[in-house]
């Protein structure tokens, strides 16, 4: 029996060649429009991650109330500026107390407006300083007017009007000092809530960073996903056409 000629080569096995570079240009033109889609879709999720946050933070500052923690030394400053006497300078000290102990709490508590609650404690502190001045200086005051009176029942006319010249004296210089208590607390105050909202705007923009570099991180890995697909196909072994061979 003779070996026949080869010839079993069928029509549909002489044209794969071209149909596997078509399909590799296929997987490729798909790839392409893929990785554009990617990009695009990209720009639009940080577009929207930003317009959320900036969103986000103005509802923040429409519907949070910032809690006024600088009033507290104000309000003790006003009661010690209002002292007339020993137990009402020992009254306003005591109030400044109740509230250094109020804060404390609220600085574990809130620890977001931790840089007014420090300003207004440190204020508050002061103010328990210059309370128990203050009873010093109203009792030295008193003891000034007992002198003075003892002065004019002797007759010592000059001596009494100098006392009472520098009794004049001590309470301007007082009242001006009280007035500059009310300005370093509203200084303290201000500085303050200028670095609270600071540091909220740089939370709200790392946020916001933190947010793009996530979304960056899952597109740069459906793109490399992408690439790695298409080399794969690319490099794929091509599929040699069979020879039927008839005995």
Known sequence: MGIQPVSGVSHEDQT????????????LAQSLKKQEENTTSLHE???????????????????????????APLE??????RAKTEAQAS???????????????????????ADQIKAAITQLKKAVTRANKKKMEISREQLARAR????IRENKRREAQRIRQELRKN????????SGYFKETEVANRQADQLTATKMELRAQAEQLG??????????????????????AV?????????DVQA
């Open 16 to 27: 794969a060649p071209g149909q596997t570079e078509d399909q590799q240009n296929s997987l």
């Open 211 to 232: 947010s793009m570099v996530y979304t960056s991180v899952d597109a740069a890995a459906q793109e490399y996903s992408a690439a790695v697909q298409t080399a794969e």
């Open 171 to 178: 309470q301007a210089m007082r009242a001006i000092r009280e």
């Open 76 to 81: 003790a400053y006003a009661r010690l500026s």
């Open 45 to 71: 999720m940080i577009r929207d991650a930003k317009e959320k946050a900036d969103a986000q933070r103005e509802k923040f500052k429409l519907t949070k109330v910032t809690p006024r923690y600088g009033d």
């Open 148 to 151: 003075q009176k003892r002065m």
């Open 91 to 113: 009254s306003a000290g005591g109030y400044a107390r109740r509230r250094i102990a109020q804060l404390e709490a609220a600085q574990r508590s809130d620890p977001e407006h």
């Open 235 to 243: 490099e794929a072994p091509v599929s040699m056409p069979q020879v």
